[in-house]
Structures are given as C-alpha cells and as structure tokens.
C-alpha cells in the first residue's frame, strides 16, 4: 500500500498556539490561535515525497460542541523533520505535542483519552513522516517514550525505536535507518517493574526503569510505553542479572551473551552497539522469512485505532522466583 494512500482519521483533543509559523495556511488565511483544548475530528494524511503531511481538523464533526460562525476548516503541515513526544497539560494528561526541530514552541498540541490511544497517533504520526526502513528482528520491542521531567533533561525527548536488551546493556535502534540512538549500559540501570496506575487500558502497557547515579541525568525514572511491556520486563530482568559476555570467547548457550533475538540467527556486539547479524542455520528459510518481512513492512507497523488493545497476559519468570514476592527487580 502506498503510504501516500494512507490516511489516518478519528477524534482528539486539540489545543493550538499561534506562532512565527504563518506558512501553515488553508484558504488563504492562517490557522487561528486556541487558547483551550477543543475536541475535533482530526485526518492526517502524507503529502507528495518530501512535503511532510497534512493535517485537517473539521469543525463540523466536532462531537456535539457547537462551533461559532467563524470557525471554518482548517489545517496545517507537519515537516519531516518535525518531533513528536509527550508534554504536560494541566487539563490534559495524555498530551502530546508536534514540534519543529530546535523550536520549543509546538505546532499544534493533541491530548489522547488514554496514553495507549495518545501513543497510537504518535505512533501512526511518525510512520507518515518517516516509514519503517529497518526490518523488525523479531526479539527486540516497539518502545515509545513517556516523556517526563527526567527523560527530557537527559535528552531522551521523543524517543522511539527498537529496544533489544542483551547482557551487554540496553541499545534501542531508529526504525528508519536502523542506526543505534540509544545505548544503556547495565550499570546505569536499576530498578524495573510494570506501572501499575493510569487508565485501565493502559494496564501491563508501561514499563518503569528507575536509573542510577551513573546514568547521564543522574537518579529518576523513565517511562517507556510498549504494547509488549511483560516481555520486556522480563528481558530486562533475565538479561540484567544473566552472566556477562566477555568479547573473544564463545558463548557456550543461546541464553549467553546473545540479543534474545531468534535461535536462526547470530548476532556480533560490540562496545558501541549492534554490528551485524548473520542467520547460520537453514540459510533458504532465512532468506524466505526475511523476503516475507520486507514485503510487509510498509503497512505492518501502523497502528489500527478502532480495535480494543486486547489484554496481554503477564508471564511469571520461571527463573526468578523474586517476582513472585515483589513487583520490583533488582537487576544489579
């Protein structure tokens, strides 16, 4: 499916500050300030390549709010490079804005009902502007950053990718171009465990990794939303606490100094991240599944809006019999 073709529609929050940006018109006249959040049917659709996507917000199907005789259709352009992360609202809390690279004024501000519902925009928002490249390894997991104080001034803002826990740290990789833009390493880490508060379909959504004195801004948590948060968990705990690797010896088992990534393939670290991964066994099946995966990684990896996120059950670790007394994890 062509992503030009795409478009995604549906209901939200939207709150939106005038600023220097007055080339964002329809019309011919610019999209008037807001200084409340207004609830509208918002469509996002991708433009021409290389012209960013557009966004449509119609007051007409404006969920039973009456609008004033001046209000009228309007949208605006998102740029390519334009980032999408999390903020805070004092009436909202599930509000995400869409900012112009090195601005700290947004374009426009949305506010989900649930951070799953926020999240799947991001998610879908992103895929417009810059479509999945990388092919997914199967192992690693869909993460999106909560924003919140301590993310930001670490300069994780915005951060999304691939994360792949291994037992040499943590590395989350840009699902693009599929270069490493996050590097943790296990000393940095500490504490991990499932957030437990929040909209109830947020539940086993959210996982909570408190950092360490060593970690580049310094003791806090950070907030990662991935729809696969049990098994990710239990990755951080396995991985975390698992024997480490030394380079230039061989690992005896699949469970030593690998990525979790798949039994049919082997993967080479370095100190700086992933280098390459090579399949070893049953080199045709590989070559079949990895044609199979390329195929459908253009349309695979948007988010569906209308479905209910289906409950995902959370695995008790066979090997951990810590988790059964307590919800947090000691990964030193």
């Known amino acids: 499916m062509a992503e030009e073709n795409i ?24 999209l008037a300030p807001w200084k409340v959040w207004r609830r509208h049917w918002c469509s996002i659709k991708k433009l021409g390549p290389g012209l960013g996507v557009r966004v449509q917000l119609d007051y007409n199907i404006s969920s039973g709010v009456t609008m004033s005789p001046n209000d009228k259709d309007s949208s605006l352009i998102i740029p390519l490079d334009a980032i999408i ?18 601005e700290r004024k947004p374009l426009i501000y949305f506010a989900g009902t649930s951070e799953t519902e926020s999240q799947r925009w991001m998610a879908n928002i992103r895929q417009l502007l810059r479509p999945r490249r990388n092919r997914f390894i199967p192992g690693s997991y869909i993460m999106s950053m909560v924003d919140n104080v301590h993310s930001k001034s670490s300069g994780l803002t915005g951060l999304y990718g691939d994360l792949v826990a291994s037992t040499v740290g943590v590395f989350i990789k840009d699902a693009h171009s599929g270069e490493v833009i996050g590097n943790f390493e296990w000393r940095e880490l500490g504490q991990s465990h499932l957030s437990t508060t929040g909209h109830p379909d947020d539940v086993k959504c959210i996982c909570v990794i408190h950092t360490t004195k060593e970690f580049r801004g310094g003791v806090g948590e950070l907030h990662m939303f991935c729809l696969e948060a049990d098994k990710l968990l239990q990755d951080l705990v396995t991985q975390g606490r698992g024997p480490r690797t030394k380079f230039g ?57 209308l479905p209910r996120l289906r409950d995902i059950n959370f695995h008790h670790l066979q090997t951990q019999a810590s988790l059964q007394e307590s919800d947090y994890v000691d990964m030193r």
């Open 7 to 30: 478009e995604i529609c549906g209901f939200l929050d939207v709150k939106y500050l005038s600023g220097k940006y007055k080339v964002h018109k329809v019309r011919k006249r610019p």
């Open 85 to 102: 992360c999390r903020t805070q609202s004092r009436s909202k809390q599930f509000a995400f804005g869409i900012f112009p690279t090195k």
């Open 249 to 305: 010896r061989k690992p005896l088992s699949l469970s030593e100094g690998d990525l979790r990534i798949s039994r049919s393939q082997d993967v080479l670290i370095s100190q700086r991240g992933i280098v390459s991964i090579a399949s070893t066994r049953n080199p045709g099946q590989g070559e079949r599944n990895a044609f199979a995966m390329q195929r459908n990684v253009d349309t695979s990896f948007y988010v569906p809006m």
